[in-house]
């Protein structure tokens, strides 16, 4: 099974700041990471998949890259709406980093 | 949509099966899963079917006790559960992959039901 961590697991910022997310695997995922973002009580969004195509209708400060091992998740420019807890996945789910002011 | 329903208090090594009817989509066509959160905690995925259920995909945490299943002419997905823990105790999901495969992206999510494994 792939393991997937995440770093940070806690993120401290504001509306504006650039925001960067990592997500590390066990195994080449590439082809098949996937980004969420979940607020308290939802169900979880699709923000990006196969690492770096949008899914449609996600604002495009939301990008993501990678490849390999590696994926990364980036907010450009944080706004209120985007304070939630972002997994990154490829059937199993990462830990979660948690995006905060 | 996807709409979850059968969850509901259950004690410990009790059963439950929960659904998921689809609507909206051609079913068929797209692998589905089941993701539970348990309060608190982070997303799990728990198991998967292709789009014509002949395949089926468990984490280890619930292998030999909980079994998918789903019936395309009812455009419905199944979780049988069995042998149930505290552990087991989450909000599950319904998701629909973004493919045929297990492996896509979970591009429609349910609003979740409530399974508590409690005496």
């Known amino acids: 099974d792939i393991q997937l961590t995440q770093s940070p697991s806690f993120l401290s910022a504001s509306v504006g700041d650039r925001v960067t997310i990592t997500c590390r695997a066990s195994?080449?995922?590439?082809?098949?990471l996937a980004w969420y973002q979940q607020k308290p009580g939802k169900a979880p969004k699709l923000l990006i998949y196969?690492?770096?195509t949008l899914q449609s209708g996600v604002p495009s400060r939301f990008s993501g890259s990678g490849s390999g091992t590696e994926g990364t998740l980036t907010i450009s420019s944080l706004q209120p709406e985007d304070f939630a807890t972002y997994y990154c996945?490829?059937?199993?789910f990462g830990p979660g980093t948690k995006v905060d002011v | 949509q996807l709409l979850e329903s059968g969850g509901g208090l259950v004690q410990p090594g009790g059963s439950l099966r929960l659904s998921c009817a689809a609507s909206?989509?051609?079913?068929?066509?797209?692998?589905m899963s089941w993701v539970r959160q348990a309060p608190g905690k982070g997303l799990e995925w728990v198991s998967g079917?292709?789009?014509?259920?002949?395949?089926?995909y468990y984490a280890d945490s619930v292998k030999g006790r909980f079994s998918i299943s789903r019936d395309n002419s009812k455009n419905t997905l199944y979780l049988q559960m069995k042998s149930l823990r505290a552990e087991d105790t989450a909000v599950y999901y319904c998701a629909k992959s973004d493919v045929a495969m297990v492996t896509g992206a979970f591009d429609m999510w349910g609003q979740g039901t409530m399974v508590t494994v409690s005496s």
């Open positions: 196969a690492a770096s």
């Open positions: 079917i292709t789009g014509s259920g002949v395949s089926t």
């Open positions: 909206g989509f051609t079913f068929s066509s797209y692998a």
């Open positions: 195994q080449d995922v590439t082809n098949y």
């Open positions: 996945q490829q059937l199993t």
